[in-house]
């Protein structure tokens, strides 16, 4: 048995906690997991880590001896406590009693970075894992001032986030992740590396943030319009999917666009590079604007 085990069951006996399943409080107790979570993220002095869900704080350990300072955003009171009473002794330690998707992650990078110090922002969380598609969605949308999200999620999840845009494996947020970063997948993670054991095997992924998107559309919230309504109907053309939302006005309209881009009339969404969703986007956003 590791010291991580022993010291889990110790904190779960002190304190009397029993991990509660509804918040998904499954916590990490393989100590190489958490050493290769801690080298992928890269960390230095001059970083920022926020860490989202810290539990009982095993990770949290690593990333205060690694980075500049550490903010935790933790919903469980009980895990508030916990972590008070761990880590008082750390000056570059600060908690957060909040739901991270009520947080306001722009102001506390922003009043974070005043401290000349501080150089960039970076996640690293063991995510809970019935919030993860909220949450990030939510990092990326918000357009954070963030280098990089290093995060444990489910491997099902893993596997949509970093496909390739036009591969079978790809979703609608597939290409959101990939508009706003560049993804990899780190490791896979087995069930037996947390307490309790979770009903599925996780991986750790890496979405470095782009400067810049890409690529570049003339209307964002259109693009993104498109792309969801795309993949709504999966089975269906992109064709008949974007006549049914109404976003082709007419399927002989639609059929006018897909011929203008050189695109097959039964093409379906998930065989749509980024740049054919940028120019379909494109192509509408003129004629909308040309004709209103
Ligand atoms: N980081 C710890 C570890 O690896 O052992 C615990 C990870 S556990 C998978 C997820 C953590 O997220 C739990 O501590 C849970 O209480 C916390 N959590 C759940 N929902 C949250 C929310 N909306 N905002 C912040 N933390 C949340």
Known sequence: MNNIIEETKFLLKKYNIKANKSLGQNFLINEDVISEIISCSNLNKNDLVIEIGPGLGTLTKFLLEKA????CIELDHKMVDILNDRFYLYDNFKILNADVL???LSRLISEEKSNPNIKNAK???NLPYYITTPIIMKLLEEKLDLESITVMIQKEVA???TAIPGSKDCGAITYSVYYYSIAEKIFEVPSSSFIPEPEVVSEVIKLNIRKSPAVSVKDEKLFFKIIKNSFMQ?????LNSLTNSQIFSSKEYGTKILNMLGLPINVRAENLSIEDFGRI???LYLDLNETS
């Open 159 to 161: 596997d949509r986030l």
């Open 281 to 283: 986007s494109d192509l």
């Open 123 to 125: 996640i690293v969380s």
């Open 102 to 104: 009520k947080t306001d």
């Open 234 to 238: 999966r089975r269906k053309t992109l």
């Open 68 to 71: 500049g300072k550490v903010i």
